[in-house]
């Protein structure tokens, strides 16, 4: 069996089973406490303990977040593009900016695309 490489020993926890080789890291935002509203406050109150949850504190962290990935394109010269609800072309666009070179590792190219949430 090959050696684990960087990122597979660094997620090894979070892992089921094993992979040969990643092209793509999908991060989804889909967080089962955050569902409800009891699940959404238990949340909260043990990130920020004392704090009352209100809409500019959710918008704050949201802008936050928002900056800091575009602060890091931007530092590693990372294209970032946005994409229609339900694009399809995610795939063949990536394949465009996939580096040539077959030792690359990092991230090359950060999408963004927004589902619609459970209501």
Not at 34 to 49: D, E, M
Not at 55 to 77: I, N, P, S, T
């Amino acid at each position: 069996m090959p050696t684990p490489d960087d990122f597979s020993t660094y997620v090894a926890d979070l892992l089921a089973g094993t992979y040969d080789c990643v092209d793509r890291i999908s991060l989804r935002g889909y967080y089962p406490l955050g569902q409800t509203s009891g699940g959404l406050l238990t949340w909260w109150h043990q990130l920020h303990p004392g704090v009352l949850l209100t809409a500019e504190h959710l918008r704050r962290m949201a802008g936050d977040f928002g900056r800091r990935v575009h602060a890091y394109a931007k530092k590693h010269a990372i294209p970032l593009h946005y994409c229609e609800l339900g694009d399809k072309t995610k795939h063949a666009r990536a394949e465009k900016l996939r580096p040539q070179d077959p030792h690359f590792q990092g991230v090359f190219a950060i999408f963004v695309a927004k589902a619609p949430a459970l209501v």
